[in-house]
């Protein structure tokens, strides 16, 4: 007789920090380098890597949204593990603070001319700062 497929998938999100999710759910979205990826339980395994952007997990029908930025995601049929430099939860994001970050990085991006400006560093802060505007509006996907 065949496996019965597994029907949730246990996830952790983990940051340098702390472990910020650890939970049974029924889906993932994860913001995959190559695009956003939507896991199922039973997903073939896989190895992606991270970008800033929101993640979105579904737990007894509910939806929650979380900011993460960079590292790394390990898909395997009943878990998934996500390894994040930075993972907040909807809830817990200053919202002013983004948008404060948002404003300083789009400035950083707008001065062409400003020879001092990393504008890696600026990318990758504007990149952080709108998924976290982005998660704290559950919009984004
Ligand atoms: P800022 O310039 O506002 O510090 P940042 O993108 O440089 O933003 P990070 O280096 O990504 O900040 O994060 C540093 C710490 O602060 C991490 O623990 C992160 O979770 C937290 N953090 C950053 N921005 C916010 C925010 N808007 N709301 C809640 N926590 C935040």
Redesign the pocket.
């Known amino acids: 007789m065949a496996d019965s497929l597994p029907t949730v998938i246990q996830l952790e999100i983990v940051?340098p920090?702390r472990q910020v999710v650890h939970e049974s759910v029924t889906s993932v979205t994860i913001p995959g380098k190559e695009g956003y990826l939507g896991i199922l339980p039973g997903h073939a395994p896989l190895l992606s890597e991270l970008r800033a952007g929101t993640l979105i997990y579904t737990r007894a029908e509910t939806k929650n949204y979380l900011a993460v930025?960079w590292g790394f995601a390990e898909v395997l049929p009943e878990r998934v593990i996500i390894l994040a430099?930075?993972?907040?939860r909807a809830a817990?994001?200053?919202?002013a603070?983004?948008e404060?970050?948002f404003e300083?990085a789009e400035k950083r991006l707008k001065d062409v001319s400003d020879p001092t400006v990393d504008r890696q560093r600026a990318e990758e802060?504007y990149a952080?700062?709108l998924a976290?505007l982005q998660a704290a509006r559950r919009t984004g996907v």
Do not use: G, M, Y
Not at 92 to 95: A, C, K, Q, S
């Open positions: 940051t920090d930025s430099h930075t993972a907040e817990e994001i200053d919202l603070r983004a404060r970050a300083r802060a952080r700062a976290r």
